[in-house]
Structure formats: structure tokens, C-alpha cells
């Protein structure tokens, strides 16, 4: 994507291909930044995507805590309620969401687009199931010592689950960056748009449709690098998250 931003169409479309440029052409990447506005598209995908996650992964650890330290009638069936929900396909959840999201008058806002992925069903099954690991005994020594849930949850739980928490936290930032379908069909205004359908319209006006195609990479790589540098950054504990349920589970 980045070596095909520096070279020109017919560099890209050379037979046989050529892996570097003959002259890289840096100028491809002021020029798509400047043909749409790509910082607002970033941001709006960044603001949301962290929203998401913040709300989700609070959500998700107070459901876990109670599917696991709460004794209640129907427990068991209620988390089979909830994995239910999850073998749903998502695209049957989308007139539903949008017919409630219009008679809140939340279409085209962050508010609707937050509010509708709010929650996170393989969130609860990955806190609960990492919740699961831990012992008893140290939960039940915590409330002999007169500690709440709430304590329990975060100065005991949280800490331990850490590496699951980032872990989490990274796959749905990554989710709720890349969703296109949903938020195509609720964000109409321009200056609302996420960095993919963003690309998309960029892809059609300025990119005419895979002529400009070395702009349409350019453009394209705006939207990887954030990614790539998130992972850069969590990526000690994502691999521990990762090992830690592979040895355990």
C-alpha cells in the first residue's frame, strides 16, 4: 500500500511488476490529505471507536462480576440468553436499531452510533471466562476483610485480568475503527463520517473510481496507520492476553 503511493499508474499496473518506485512521489500524500478531509474523518473514527470501548469494557466487566461472584435464580440462564444474542447475525439487528435510533432522533450523531455499540456480548464471555480463572478463595477473603464488590471488581479482579482488559479493549477498538456497514447507513453528514466510509467517498470522487489509484493508497494508508501504531503500543499485553488463556483455558 505504501510503495504503491509512491509509484505512479502505470508503475502500478507494470507487467512485470517492479517492487519499488523508479522515483517515489511523496507529493501523492499531501495531495489526498488535502482533497478531503481526512483529519475530521480520523478523529471522528478515533473519538467514537474510544468511546465505544471505554463504555464496553466497563459494561462488560460489571456483567462479567455478576454472571461469577453474584449467587441469583436463572444465572445460568440468563448468560445463555446473552450467548444466544450473540449467534445472531449482525445485519438482522440493523432495522430494529435504526428504526429506535430515528424515533430517538439519534441518527447521524455520536450519540446514536456510541448508543447502538454500546455493548458487547463476546466482551462478557471473554471477561467472564477470564473471571473464572481466579480463586475463590481470594474473593471470599477480600469480603471477610469488609471489602464491596465494587472493590473487589477493581483493586482485586482488575488488576490480575489486565493483560484481558487491553486485550479486549484492543480487538474492539480495531472492530468499531473498521465498521463501515452501520455507520454508512446511520452518519449522512460529511463531517460525521468515519475514516472508512470516508475512504469510500474519496475512492469515487477523488480516486474516479480506481483511476487515481497511487492517491486511493495514500489515502488508504492514513487509515492503517493508526492502527498499526495502537498495536505497536499494547502489543506486550495483547500477545500476554493472549498466551494466558491459551495456558489456562
Excluded at 455520536?110 to 471477561?127: D, K
Excluded at 475463590?136 to 477473603?141: F, I, Q
Aim: glycine share 4%.
Amino acid at each position: 500500500m505504501l510503495l504503491s503511493a509512491l509509484k505512479t499508474n502505470d508503475e502500478i499496473f507494470r507487467f512485470p511488476p517492479t517492487f519499488l518506485p523508479e522515483k517515489p512521489m511523496w507529493n501523492h500524500f499531501a495531495e489526498a490529505w488535502l482533497l478531503a478531509p481526512f483529519d475530521q474523518y480520523l478523529f471522528n473514527s478515533i473519538f467514537t471507536a474510544t468511546c465505544i470501548v471505554l463504555i464496553q469494557v466497563f459494561n462488560s466487566a460489571l456483567i462479567a462480576y455478576a454472571f461469577t461472584q453474584l449467587q441469583f435464580r436463572g444465572r445460568n440462564l440468563l448468560f445463555a440468553i446473552v450467548l444466544l444474542t450473540y449467534m445472531l447475525p449482525t445485519a438482522v439487528t440493523y432495522v430494529p436499531s435504526y428504526v429506535l435510533l430515528a424515533d430517538w432522533g439519534m441518527l447521524d450523531t455520536y450519540q446514536g452510533l456510541i448508543l447502538s455499540n454500546a455493548v458487547s456480548v463476546f466482551g462478557i464471555f471473554l471477561f467472564r471466562q477470564s473471571f473464572l480463572q481466579l480463586p475463590k478463595e481470594m474473593m471470599e477473603a477480600a469480603k471477610v476483610d469488609g471489602a464491596g464488590h465494587w472493590k473487589i471488581l477493581w483493586t482485586i479482579i482488575f488488576p490480575l485480568t489486565k493483560p484481558m482488559f487491553i486485550t479486549f479493549a484492543l480487538i474492539s477498538f480495531v472492530q468499531n475503527y473498521n465498521s463501515y456497514l452501520w455507520p454508512s447507513l446511520i452518519m449522512t453528514s460529511e463531517e460525521k463520517q468515519l475514516i472508512t466510509t470516508g475512504l469510500r467517498q474519496f475512492f469515487i470522487q477523488e480516486g474516479a473510481y480506481g483511476i487515481q489509484w497511487p492517491l486511493i493508497m495514500a489515502a488508504s494508508s492514513f487509515a492503517v496507520i493508526p492502527l498499526l501504531v495502537l498495536f505497536a503500543v499494547a502489543q506486550k499485553w495483547f500477545i500476554s492476553g493472549i498466551n494466558d488463556q491459551g495456558v489456562k483455558g
